[in-house]
């Protein structure tokens, strides 16, 4: 069995000392030579090593020495040596160091005495510490503090051993009188730790004496208070009114670790309103006047704790709460906004509002290098604001719309995207908006946020007045057509060599995009594109944004420019009455459209125009040619559409969260009902009283009551050895996040005595064993509890396996029974999460771990799925996953099949599919088949399965296309992220077909969940 362990320290193995130069030098007179020797002799013992024959030599040359450094190295040595033999008793030799260890504890150094003093506190053989009893004692009346402190403390070490009540009798009582007299704080602390360890009711009966007295005493006692505190109060709840008023008196000490542990108690013990709001006011305040990091992260880790379960004290205090954005610390202030956000209420809406805007406006300053981050942040916060309470839209959305040309692209990408979803909530705002959006778009320097703006003017451009200010502000931002000359392209040879390139940053690729539906594209455009202020380009004057994203060979921006323009050409058929006036804009507007294709096919960019945008951009040509009403509805109204859709399905999603979060548990029909106001309120304060109502309350709402899970802790009981085996064991697996503990109950089922018996344990996977159990003895037919901890570090499935060792009477041998494994579900570590369509296409580039089940799939069902994503693409429908129903819908009725123009984009776009199929299959594939034949109870069955929460809306699942795309997503508790794919499509026979594709950063939790989907996913009985 392995021995308990006091020290640890680091032992070089590659120059191990010899016991014999050990020896030599502890015989010689040289001090720094013996220290040394001792040391080594110390790491060689902690090691492993015995040295038996050092032992003797260190009693007659170190023992007398009068060294302190000596001394103090000697008590370590006595510390880790073996003082018993194998039957436990004491060997003879030890009898030596007892007269030493008396002189040390009537030395007349105080250094001595106290290390001495400390050497006791880790000793457990009785033979050798009664002797030394009466010495121990007359050190508790000692002078100095140290020794005092320390005598204490061995006090309480000898009576907790197993005879220690036999050998200090009225122990208890000696301390308590030294208690009373005590001046030094820390001997106080120690003595009043010892009546709390040996016995409590003296250490209650003297906290109720000194009550009053309580906020003088020092840090140290204090904390013990608290202690003493909680463990009575666990212990007995109905006593716990009277030791309140002592937490809340000790909410003033001076004391910053004594207040958070006041508050920390008072939360844990009370639920009257007057002590919460004490608990979250001091959070406040240490948050406030902290200025360490780490502390000011756990204390919001405690408000929020306080923000579920009473929130309504907590939104008084959300000013307070939103101080701490003056941190310059990014984490700090996204827990920050976190809480707040939560926190908002039709009363403070407007304060908050106003804080978060003076906190944008600081960000313009510049001095911090993450201001751009911080207020991206912001801008998110105000855009949640704005949505729960539209009312304060017009407050905020023309403030953010001056950072549409930030910098910070993620940043301004938020800002458009906030006024997109604004400018369809508040139709009195549209005007305005436009209006704005218009004059402040020469200032966006992003693609992304350009097309989101195109879109908004599109859509939302309705009066004449609009219509031709749109149109006016993007044939000012493109500048003067053509985008080259002719005699640039003739000498491009040359010139590209060495005329000046544009002053712009472009991230080029023609990787697959993942769109919405977590189906994939092909994007050989300009992915993301920032630029500086524009510059002279081949012989072109210095222009506006459109044109200098353009030629860096964005061609996507290009399309949505064209389409941006179809729109508002057509929307100026109906509000303007001079034909004249419409066919001189749709001209300008097909000139801007063929001025694009040429560049695009020129040789003077770096690459040609891709395909895709270059089929939207021919479409926008053909459509203004032949306009049809058919036509003009899907343009200037399906997409619209799509997008209300989209926003409606968002919200009725968040309020059905709310609801499902604010559910609580009710009290059964026969439980006992409570009537606080009959109750004798004779002696008790208004804190007791409201303390009381609380509980009551929580008793009547079943919040008290924890018995729901006993049917879930016989599912986590696992059989470990069979009925015929000579021991019987089960293990009940409780797991707590990063630690699991192991409840193993061992039967005897033999007549024999079983000696030695030991549970031996191993692990497999990210899971270590803290330490293994002991030994044990177990009487016939008996049975023992034995527990273990073992030590989790990451979202890994693990196995734990192991076996029975133990020895009987009558056999010499050991004897062996081999344990059932144990398999650690990644299904304890992962919960269900939520996260933006946009950060899980972000997260599903970056990962590299990907792994891929397959299921049987015929070709062209795979190119049917990615066919209509690549049609919605075509026809701007935003966003693509609400227009799958109606497309298929369209096309398999084929009301478009006949037309040219559609053909050639079909054909088109099947070439690029087929070729794109083979990055799509170069992946793991495990074979596996479902009986499930709907896809959507086969989706339900795997966010069951996989404890997932399903980011694709509800709209975007619905009706009968035979295919199905979703995305899944989850947060392990190490903080993790695991992304799922699923695409499936009903086959002819009715089979589901398709593929699961798992992402995540690390290996292991792809690996894991992909075991546990191969496990689960058939379905069935």
């Known amino acids: 069995m392995e021995k308990s362990c006091t020290m640890l320290i680091h032992f070089d193995k590659g120059t191990p000392a010899i016991a014999n130069e050990i020896k030599e030098a502890l015989e010689g007179n040289d001090v720094p030579a013996k220290v040394d020797a001792m040391k080594k002799a110390i790491m060689l013992l902690l090691n492993g090593e015995t040295l038996p024959q050092l032992f003797i030599t260190i009693v007659r040359y170190v023992l007398p020495s009068e060294d302190h450094t000596i001394q103090k190295l000697l008590l370590l040595y006595l510390e880790i040596i073996e003082k018993t033999d194998a039957k436990g008793r004491v060997l003879p030799e030890m009898i030596l160091i007892c007269q030493n260890l008396r002189n040390n504890l009537q030395h007349p150094n105080e250094y001595i005495r106290g290390v ?54 009225d122990a208890p009582e000696m301390i308590e ?41 020092g840090e140290l006692l204090q904390m013990v208070v608290l202690e003493l505190i909680r ?5 007995n709840r109905g006593e716990k009114g009277k030791y309140i008023k002592i937490i809340i008196s000790l909410l003033n000490a001076p004391s910053t670790a004594v207040i958070y542990e006041c508050a920390s108690t008072l939360v844990s013990l009370s639920s009257a309103p007057t002590a919460i709001r004490a608990a979250a006011n001091t959070y406040c305040q240490l948050l406030l006047s902290q200025s360490d990091n780490n502390v000011k992260l756990i204390v919001l880790d405690r408000l929020n704790e306080l923000k579920s379960s009473h929130r309504e004290i907590m939104v008084d205090l959300i000013m307070d709460v939103l101080r701490a954005l003056s941190s310059p610390n990014l984490d700090i202030r996204r ?51 704005a949505i729960k309470f539209p009312e304060v839209a017009s407050t905020v959305v023309h403030l953010l719309m001056d950072f549409l040309g930030d910098s910070n692209i993620a940043s301004a990408i938020d800002v458009i995207v906030f006024v997109r979803e604004i400018i369809e909530m508040n139709p009195r705002l549209r005007v305005s908006i436009i209006t704005r959006l218009l004059d402040n778009f020469y200032q966006i320097r992003a693609a992304r946020v350009c097309t989101c703006a195109l879109w908004i003017i599109g859509e939302y451009c309705q009066s004449l007045s609009e219509v031709e200010s749109g149109i006016a502000t993007i044939k000012q931002c493109l500048g003067d057509l053509p985008f080259f000359s002719v005699s640039e392209e003739g000498e491009d040879t040359d010139s590209t060599k060495k005329a000046p390139q544009p002053n712009s ?3 080029s690729s023609r990787r697959p995009a993942i769109l919405a539906d977590g189906t994939y594209a092909t994007q050989s455009a300009a992915s993301e594109t920032a630029f500086s202020p524009p510059t002279i380009v081949q012989g072109t004057l210095t222009s506006g944004n459109l044109r200098s994203l353009l030629l860096t060979g964005d061609f996507f921006l290009g399309a949505v420019v064209a389409c941006t323009l179809t729109k508002l050409i057509l929307r100026l058929e109906e509000v303007q009455s001079s034909q004249v006036e419409v066919n001189k804009a749709s001209t300008q507007a097909l000139l801007i459209m063929i001025s694009m294709l040429q560049l695009g096919q020129s040789s003077v960019l770096p690459h040609p125009i891709d395909n895709d945008s270059h089929d939207r951009i021919v479409l926008c040509i053909r459509l203004l040619c032949n306009t049809g009403d058919e036509i003009r509805k899907i343009w200037l109204q399906s997409c619209r559409q799509s997008f209300v859709k989209m926003l409606s399905e968002k919200h009725l999603r968040e309020t059905e969260e709310l609801k499902a979060k604010a559910q609580v548990s009710h009290a059964q029909p026969d439980d006992l009902i409570d009537f606080y106001h009959l109750k004798s309120r004779k002696g008790m304060s208004q804190l007791e009283l409201e303390d009381e109502v609380q509980d009551d309350l929580k008793r009547a709402t079943g919040e008290f009551i924890k018995d729901g899970d006993d049917a879930n802790k016989l599912n986590r009981i696992l059989q470990l050895t069979g009925f015929s085996d000579p021991v019987y064991a089960e293990a009940y697996v409780t797991v707590h996040h990063y630690d699991i503990v192991l409840d193993v109950t061992v039967i005897n089922r033999t007549k024999e005595t079983l000696q030695n018996l030991c549970l031996e344990l191993a692990t497999m996977g990210d899971l270590k064993l803290v330490e293994r159990p002991q030994n044990y003895t177990l009487a016939p037919e008996s049975s023992k509890q034995i527990k273990a901890n073992i030590k989790v570090s990451s979202t890994e499935t693990g196995v734990i396996f192991g076996n029975i060792v133990y020895e009987t009477s009558n056999v010499l041998e050991r004897t062996v029974v081999v344990l059932n494994d144990i398999h650690i579900d990644i299904m304890d570590y992962i919960s269900p999460a939520v996260c933006t369509d946009a950060a899980f296409r972000t997260m599903w580039a970056e990962f590299e771990w990907e792994n891929k089940v397959s299921m049987p ?51 088109n776009g099947l070439t690029r599919l087929l070729c794109f199929n083979h990055h799509l299959c170069a992946a793991m594939q495990v074979a596996v088949n479902t009986v499930i034949q709907d896809e ?51 086959q002819i026979d009715d089979k589901l077909s398709g593929y699961i594709r798992i992402r995540s950063k690390t290996q292991g939790i792809a690996l894991s969940l992909g075991d546990k989907i191969t496990l689960k996913q058939k379905g069935g009985s």
């Open 116 to 169: 001495t003093l400390r050497f006791l506190c880790r000793l457990n053989e009785t033979e050798i510490i009664e002797p030394l009893i009466p010495s121990v004692l007359q050190n508790l009346a000692h002078r100095h503090p140290y020794i005092r402190r320390n005598a204490i403390l061995a006090v309480m070490s000898i009576y907790k051993l197993p005879q220690g009540e036999q050998l200090l009798v």
């Open 177 to 217: 009188k030294v208690l009373s007299t005590e001046q030094d704080q820390s001997a106080k602390r120690n003595a009043f730790l010892m009546l709390f360890t040996c016995d409590q009711d003296r250490a209650i009966n003297y906290l109720l004496t000194n009550v009053d007295r309580v906020p003088e005493w």
């Open 231 to 235: 463990k009575v109060c666990r212990t």
């Open 335 to 385: 827990k920050t906004l976190d809480i707040v956000l939560e926190l908002i209420t039709p009363r403070n809406i407007n304060e908050v509002v106003l804080m978060l805007k003076k906190e944008v406006v600081k960000t313009q300053g510049g001095e911090l290098e993450k201001n751009g981050e911080y207020r991206q942040m912001l801008i998110q916060a105000i855009h949640s604001c």
């Open 505 to 507: 940053i472009t991230v």
């Open 857 to 907: 799939c015929p070709f062209d069902a795979i190119v049917v799925m990615f066919f209509v994503v690549y049609i919605s693409f075509l026809l701007d429908l935003v966003p693509a996953t609400y227009s799958f129903p109606n497309l298929y819908k369209v096309f398999s009725c084929g009301k478009y099949g006949n037309d040219d123009m559609f053909a050639d984009i079909l054909l």
């Open 936 to 986: 959507k109870e086969f989706l339900d069955h795997i966010i069951k399965s996989t404890n997932m929460k399903c980011l694709t809306a509800p709209s975007a699942l619905d009706g009968e296309c035979g295919f199905l795309a979703a995305n899944l997503y989850a947060k392990s508790v190490f903080g993790e992220d695991a992304l799922v794919n699923v695409s499936i499509e009903k």
